[in-house]
C-alpha cells in the first residue's frame, strides 16, 4: 500500500489572485472618459496636435495620462500613417565581431532616416531564420536586414509571403532576390595570400568555419584555392597550399581538432617558411588559443593574416595582420538599400561589394 503523504510534504496550494490584483492596461478610451473629453482629442494629443486644443483640456489629458500610466501604442499609432518605421535586422552570430559592426552601421543609417531597428540572434542556428521573420513580422516592421546562414529553405517562401523589401548582408540567400551587400571575398582572399608569399611563406594553411553552404565562406575557400593555383603561371612557384575545415561541435571538441590540424601542418611544413591564413575573427581568435597552447607564437612559429579586423588585433603579441572589413559602411548601404526599397524604389536586385584594407602586422613579418 503507498503511503500516505503528509501535511509537510503536501503540494502548497497556490493562492488564486482576486480580480481586484489583476489590474487591465489602460486604453485611450480610459484616458479619454477620466480627462472628460473624447478619443479623438486625446489622439491629437499625443500626434503633438496641441495647437488644436485649449490648455485646459491640454493640461487635463496630461494629469488622465499620468494616473492611469498610460502608454500609447508605437505600432497602431505608425501603422495608422502607413507604416512603422521599423527595421528588423536577422543575424546568425550576435557574438561574432562582424555582426556588432554591422548592427551599428546599420543602426545608425536608420536613426538618421529616422527608422528603428529591431534585432532578432539566430545563435547560429540555420532552422529558425523563418521563426525570426515571422516574429519580427507580429512587430509590423516595414523591411528585413539579413546576416543569416542562408540555409533555411523556408526562410524565401516566408519573406515572399510578408510582400516586405529584404537586403542580405555578406550571406547571400538561395532563391531570394534581393540587394546584396558584402566584402569582395575574392580580393580580400587574394590580398591576404599575396602578402604573405610575399613575406616569404612557401606553406599556407586556409583555417575555415564549417562551410556548409554559407556563401561567403564557399567564396572564400574557393578564392584561396584559385589563388594558390594561379601562382606558378604567375611566375612564383613551389608555394604548398592547404585547406582545413574546422568541425562543428563544442568549444572543446573544436580545439583539439585544431590543436590537431595547426601540428600536422607545422610537420608537414618540414620547417619551411609557414603561415595560416583565417576567415573571420572567431577563428582567429581560436587559432591565437590554440598556438599559445603549443608554445608558439605568431609571427614566429608560423605567420597569420586574419579576416576582420578587430579591437584586440594590434595588442596579441607583436600583433595579428588582418584584412579589416569595411563594416560600418556595409552596415549602412544596407539600411541607405532598404530605406530606398520602403519608400517606394523599384530596381533589379543590387549587389554593392566593397574592397576590404589589408593592416599588416608582426603576425606576417615573414621568415
Not at 543609417?109 to 531564420?129: K, T, W
Request: hydrophobic share 40%; net charge neutral; with cysteine.
Amino acid at each position: 500500500m503507498p503511503a500516505s503523504r503528509s501535511k509537510i510534504d503536501a503540494p502548497e496550494q497556490t493562492p488564486s489572485l482576486s480580480p481586484a490584483a489583476v489590474v487591465p492596461r489602460a486604453t485611450i478610451a480610459d484616458v479619454a472618459r477620466v480627462a472628460g473629453v473624447s478619443k479623438a482629442t486625446v489622439s491629437r494629443f499625443f500626434n503633438h496636435r496641441d495647437a488644436l486644443l485649449t490648455a485646459d483640456i491640454a493640461t487635463r489629458v496630461e494629469k488622465a495620462v499620468a494616473e492611469l500610466g498610460y502608454i500609447p501604442s508605437r505600432v497602431a499609432g505608425a501603422l495608422k500613417r502607413g507604416g512603422t518605421r521599423l527595421v528588423g535586422l536577422i543575424v546568425a552570430d550576435v557574438t561574432n565581431p562582424y555582426s556588432v559592426a554591422v548592427l551599428r552601421g546599420a543602426e545608425k543609417a536608420c536613426q538618421e532616416a529616422g527608422y528603428l531597428l529591431m534585432l532578432f540572434n539566430l545563435g547560429n542556428d540555420s532552422a529558425r531564420e523563418s521563426e525570426a521573420l515571422s516574429a519580427l513580422s507580429s512587430y509590423q516592421v516595414d523591411g528585413y536586414i539579413l546576416n543569416t546562414l542562408g540555409q533555411d529553405a523556408r526562410a524565401a517562401a516566408e519573406v515572399a509571403r510578408l510582400g516586405k523589401p529584404v537586403v542580405l548582408v555578406d550571406r547571400r540567400h538561395s532563391n531570394m532576390h534581393a540587394d546584396f551587400v558584402s566584402i569582395d571575398n575574392g580580393d580580400a582572399i587574394e590580398q591576404a595570400a599575396s602578402h604573405l608569399i610575399s613575406q616569404g611563406y612557401r606553406d599556407l594553411l586556409y583555417v575555415t568555419e564549417p562551410i556548409r553552404g554559407v556563401s561567403s565562406r564557399i567564396e572564400r575557400e574557393r578564392a584561396f584555392r584559385e589563388c594558390v593555383f594561379a601562382l606558378p603561371r604567375r611566375g612564383i612557384p613551389g608555394v604548398n597550399g592547404h585547406v582545413f575545415e574546422a568541425p562543428e561541435g563544442d568549444a572543446e571538441h573544436q580545439f583539439a581538432a585544431l590543436d590537431e590540424a595547426l601540428r600536422t601542418f607545422r610537420t608537414q611544413a618540414g620547417g619551411r617558411p609557414a603561415a595560416v591564413l583565417s576567415n573571420n575573427a572567431v577563428t582567429t581568435l581560436r587559432l591565437i588559443e590554440v598556438l599559445a597552447h603549443q608554445g608558439g607564437q605568431w609571427g614566429q612559429t608560423l605567420g597569420l593574416v586574419g579576416i576582420d579586423e578587430t579591437e584586440w588585433a594590434p595588442y596579441v603579441g607583436a600583433g595579428i595582420s588582418t584584412v579589416a572589413q569595411p563594416t560600418g559602411d556595409l552596415g549602412r548601404l544596407a539600411a541607405n538599400c532598404l530605406i530606398e526599397r520602403m519608400r517606394g524604389l523599384d530596381l533589379p536586385p543590387r549587389q554593392i561589394l566593397l574592397r576590404g584594407t589589408l593592416i599588416p602586422r608582426g603576425s606576417s613579418q615573414g621568415q
